[in-house]
């Protein structure tokens, strides 16, 4: 769909929310956090669970990481311990402070639930696990080799700088800023197991109820056959803060071993940058083989 053609539409469907009183907000559920590289499904698994009827996930929020500058600038610190406050007071301060805008979201929404999908959060999953101790997250993983194919990542601040170490290369470039990423996410399940769901793209894609379930089991979140159906859904849309294709799709379209159009030098280029991390998620780099093996 052409750009204009989806700007036009994104703001017709772009939604302007009357925030509700702070007392009607809900508390005291364990927050969701959707966390993938981008182009890697976050937003289809996102739509997925803002259609259940208890979990409100708005478009990608970006506050939260700007929070962490405050502990870690050393100055600021300095300050607020001269004035007598523990890192513990300032952190139990910033976690009240972004919570307050989750949770009226979500009481605009009548949801008692929130969750947030904003892929730039995978540098910061460290502060957002101290910020939030209790929380839940879903790791979703695409094949990286289709990630970097996938036209818009040019134009993403985040995968810019992976460009330019491959000398301008954008093919390259977004196959090393998918398997950094993967690599954060990695580590991070390795110690937070018991709080950590992974999902697969391919497998959300084409095998959705299952996966779905999968999800929402983990979650502790009823079944909701409707949450299948989330196009049918009102969502809130912001250009800009999201993926106008997955936001507008009218249900489950895989686009699985794209990357396969490309030509052999691209690929293996792509492959070079991104090879080990493939083969630790269990992806082949071989046009010619099934692009997932497990």
Do not use: N
């Not at 925030?19 to 937003?43: K, M, N, W």
């Not at 502060?127 to 990630?147: C, K, N, Q, S, T």
């Not at 998620?281 to 497990?294: I, T, V």
């Amino acid at each position: 769909m052409r750009r204009w053609m989806r700007t036009a539409i994104f703001e017709m469907r772009r939604t302007r929310r009357v925030i509700v009183d702070p007392s009607q907000r809900p508390a005291g559920e364990p927050p969701i956090f959707l966390v993938g590289a981008h182009r890697s499904g976050t937003t289809l698994l996102r739509l997925i669970v803002d259609a259940h009827s208890r979990i409100a996930c708005p478009p990608e929020s970006f506050f939260v990481a700007p929070l962490e500058g405050v502990l870690g600038d050393a100055k600021a610190m300095e300050g607020l311990t001269a004035m007598g406050f523990t890192r513990e007071q300032v952190l139990a301060r910033l976690r009240e402070t972004a919570s307050w805008f989750f949770e009226m979201y979500a009481a605009s929404h009548g949801k008692a639930r929130w969750a947030d999908k904003t892929p730039s959060y995978v540098d910061c999953l460290d502060f957002l696990d101290a910020l939030f101790p209790d929380a839940r997250y879903v790791l979703i993983y695409r094949h990286g080799l289709d990630v970097a194919c996938s036209e818009p990542m040019p134009g993403i601040r985040e995968v810019q700088p992976h460009i330019e170490a491959c000398g301008g290369d954008r093919f390259a470039g977004a196959a090393r800023y998918w398997a950094t990423q993967c690599e954060k996410m990695r580590a991070f399940h390795a110690d937070h197991a018991e709080r950590c769901l992974e999902l697969r793209y391919e497998a959300l894609a084409t095998r959705p109820e299952a996966e779905a379930r999968r999800l929402f089991a983990f979650l502790g979140e009823s079944w909701e056959p409707e949450v299948l159906r989330f196009h049918e859904k009102e969502h809130d849309q912001w250009l800009g803060l999201q993926d106008g294709t997955a936001a507008l799709s009218r249900g489950f379209e895989p686009r699985i071993g794209t990357f396969r159009a490309q030509p052999a030098e691209v690929i293996e280029r792509m492959r070079a940058e991104a090879g080990p991390t493939l083969e630790r998620l269990g992806y082949s780099a071989d046009p010619h083989e099934a692009s997932q093996r497990r």
